[in-house]
């Protein structure tokens, strides 16, 4: 007789939805490869009456995802509601207080309570898989967690929100400008309604200390993360940019550095040839990189009810074969703090934009407060306007630690012809 995995599904919307089209039309695959017939027995969402467009009337119904996760005829309870609270967690709790393995993709409940339920799984036997909380359908939780474990990593960074990359993609493309590809987005459905988590870099974040935790076996520690969204990139940072060979794109890197481990997501200047340069559109990138297998590459979509799916499936079947593995790499307890680095200590390069008073002396005020503050020019660009008009001038500093960098850009805020706040963009040479 085949074994069988029973599974629970609580949230039924895009992935939900997704799940349970993918279960259905590719069962033949999943048992072939897992061994085990893969069967939904039961769902839970807000509106019974709603039409989903899958059949549901083979499954039994539940109002409370709590109750499901505990009563339902299931061996693993499949978390697709979201959030960071409320039912999603306290479902989650009971599921594993049950003794119940858990898939889910909530990156956000992962990204504050992780560290918790992985400890609650494995004091009740039991594991979570979260293959889709992190760049949706690029398989890079196994791959850290398997396909890479022989490696030390140094550094895992990437393109983690596909909503950020279509608004930085199309900006570029078409000069337009952030408002404008924004309201756009929202109207074909790129972007929610509400894309505050998105643009504002959260869900970004949220992802990438999920990465850092397996990386460098470390807690999830979602406030070491420093974030800044692309709310504030100009159409012309861009085209700069653009004139000195890089693109910006919204950058995760989990990066250990002699002061500690250093989690960012913010607005970042890459050369247009390397990998995450040449990643455009809603598509995320995961570069990481190991001791041993020096850089390794994934690209993929990030979101969507088939991507997503497929990442949830891929822990299903995972259980199927009964391979249950500790949460995050290692075993929770001995997962170490974060140890976060504070950006002040962070070494790189500068973009940095000034909108002066077009005045003899003003250029060479500039490059003495860099001078004084030890920043080095790298590039310049200023462009001429009439005498006594503002304009824009355009500098690529080298290296230099971001506390130094922000002093000098203190200074350079004072400066008489300064017109508007100094804009500094950090830049990568990936
Ligand atoms: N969408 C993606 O591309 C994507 C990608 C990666 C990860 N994720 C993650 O996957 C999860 C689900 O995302 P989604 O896009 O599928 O969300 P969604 O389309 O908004 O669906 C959420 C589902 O949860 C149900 N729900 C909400 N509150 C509930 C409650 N109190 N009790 C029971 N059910 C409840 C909703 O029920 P009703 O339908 O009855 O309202 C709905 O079916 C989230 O954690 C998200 O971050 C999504």
Same mark, same amino acid.
């Given at each position: 007789?085949?074994?069988?995995?029973?599974?629970?599904?609580?949230?039924?919307?895009?992935?939900?939805?997704?799940?349970?089209?993918?279960?259905?039309?590719?069962?033949?695959?999943?048992?072939?490869?897992?061994?085990?017939?893969?069967?939904?027995?039961?769902?839970?969402?807000?509106?019974?009456?709603?039409?989903?467009?899958?059949?549901?009337?083979?499954?039994?119904?539940?109002?409370?995802?709590?109750?499901?996760?505990?009563?339902?005829?299931?061996?693993?309870?499949?978390?697709? *509601? +979201? &959030?960071?609270?409320?039912?999603?967690?306290?479902?989650?709790? @009971?599921? !594993? $207080?049950? #003794?119940?393995? =858990?898939?889910?993709?909530?990156?956000?409940?992962?990204?504050?309570?992780?560290?918790?339920?992985?400890?609650?799984?494995?004091?009740?036997?039991?594991?979570?898989?979260?293959?889709?909380?992190?760049?949706?359908?690029?398989?890079?939780?196994?791959?850290?967690?398997?396909?890479?474990?022989?490696?030390?990593?140094?550094?895992?960074?990437?393109?983690?929100?596909?909503?950020?990359?279509?608004?930085?993609?199309?900006?570029?493309?078409?000069?337009?400008?952030?408002?404008?590809?924004?309201?756009?987005?929202?109207?074909?459905?790129?972007?929610?309604?509400?894309?505050?988590?998105? *643009? +504002? &870099?959260?869900?970004?974040?949220?992802?990438?200390?999920?990465? @850092?935790? !397996? $990386?460098? #076996?470390?807690? =999830?520690?979602?406030?070491?993360?420093?974030?800044?969204?692309?709310?504030?990139?100009?159409?012309?940072?861009?085209?700069?940019?653009?004139?000195?060979?890089?693109?910006?794109?919204?950058?995760?890197?989990?990066?250990?550095?002699?002061?500690?481990?250093?989690?960012?997501?913010?607005?970042?200047?890459?050369?247009?040839?390397?990998?995450?340069?040449?990643?455009?559109?809603?598509?995320?990138?995961?570069?990481?990189?190991?001791?041993?297998?020096?850089?390794?590459?994934?690209?993929?979509?990030?979101?969507?009810?088939?991507?997503?799916?497929?990442?949830?499936?891929?822990?299903? *079947?995972?259980?199927?074969?009964?391979?249950?593995?500790?949460?995050?790499?290692?075993?929770?307890?001995?997962?170490?703090?974060?140890?976060?680095?504070?950006?002040?200590?962070?070494?790189?390069?500068?973009?940095?934009?000034?909108?002066?008073?077009?005045?003899?002396?003003?250029?060479?005020?500039?490059?003495?407060?860099?001078?004084?503050?030890?920043?080095?020019?790298?590039?310049?660009?200023?462009?001429?306007?009439?005498?006594?008009?503002?304009?824009?001038?355009?500098?690529?500093?080298?290296?230099?630690?971001?506390?130094?960098?922000?002093?000098?850009?203190?200074?350079?805020?004072?400066?008489?012809?300064?017109?508007?706040?100094?804009?500094?963009?950090?830049?990568?040479?990936?």
């Amino acid at each position: 007789m085949s074994k069988e995995l029973k599974i629970a599904i609580a949230g039924l919307g895009t992935v939900g939805t997704g799940l349970i089209k993918l279960i259905n039309d590719n069962a033949d695959l999943l048992k072939a490869r897992s061994g085990a017939d893969i069967r939904i027995t039961a769902v839970c969402a807000r509106d019974k009456n709603k039409d989903r467009g899958v059949d549901l009337s083979g499954y039994e119904w539940f109002d409370d995802a709590s109750e499901m996760a505990v009563k339902a005829d299931a061996d693993v309870f499949v978390e697709l *509601i +979201g &959030g960071t609270q409320g039912i999603a967690l306290e479902a989650t709790r @009971a599921a !594993l $207080a049950a #003794g119940r393995d =858990v898939v889910t993709a909530n990156k956000a409940m992962l990204a504050f309570h992780g560290t918790a339920l992985a400890r609650l799984a494995e004091d009740n036997g039991c594991t979570i898989g979260f293959e889709a909380a992190v760049a949706g359908g690029i398989p890079i939780v196994k791959a850290m967690r398997e396909g890479l474990a022989g490696n030390r990593i140094e550094r895992v960074y990437g393109i983690l929100n596909g909503t950020c990359n279509y608004i930085l993609s199309t900006m570029e493309e078409t000069g337009r400008s952030f408002e404008d590809v924004l309201a756009e987005a929202q109207a074909e459905g790129y972007a929610e309604a509400d894309p505050a988590f998105d *643009i +504002g &870099g959260i869900d970004a974040a949220h992802k990438l200390s999920l990465l @850092a935790s !397996l $990386a460098f #076996g470390t807690e =999830v520690d979602f406030g070491a993360v420093s974030v800044e969204g692309i709310e504030r990139i100009e159409a012309g940072d861009i085209a700069y940019a653009r004139e000195f060979g890089y693109r910006i794109k919204l950058v995760g890197a989990a990066q250990q550095t002699t002061h500690g481990i250093e989690q960012r997501v913010h607005p970042c200047l890459v050369p247009q040839s390397s990998v995450i340069g040449s990643v455009g559109g809603v598509f995320n990138a995961v570069i990481v990189e190991g001791d041993a297998v020096g850089q390794a590459n994934f690209v993929g979509r990030g979101a969507g009810d088939g991507p997503t799916a497929s990442a949830v499936a891929a822990d299903i *079947i995972d259980l199927a074969k009964g391979l249950r593995q500790p949460v995050f790499s290692v075993p929770a307890n001995s997962l170490k703090p974060s140890n976060p680095s504070p950006m002040s200590d962070h070494e790189g390069a500068y973009y940095l934009r000034l909108q002066v008073l077009d005045q003899p002396g003003v250029m060479a005020g500039i490059t003495v407060i860099l001078g004084e503050a030890e920043v080095s020019i790298d590039s310049i660009i200023q462009r001429s306007r009439a005498p006594g008009e503002p304009v824009p001038i355009v500098i690529l500093t080298h290296e230099t630690r971001e506390g130094v960098m922000m002093d000098a850009v203190a200074q350079l805020g004072k400066h008489p012809a300064m017109q508007e706040p100094p804009r500094l963009i950090r830049i990568e040479n990936f």
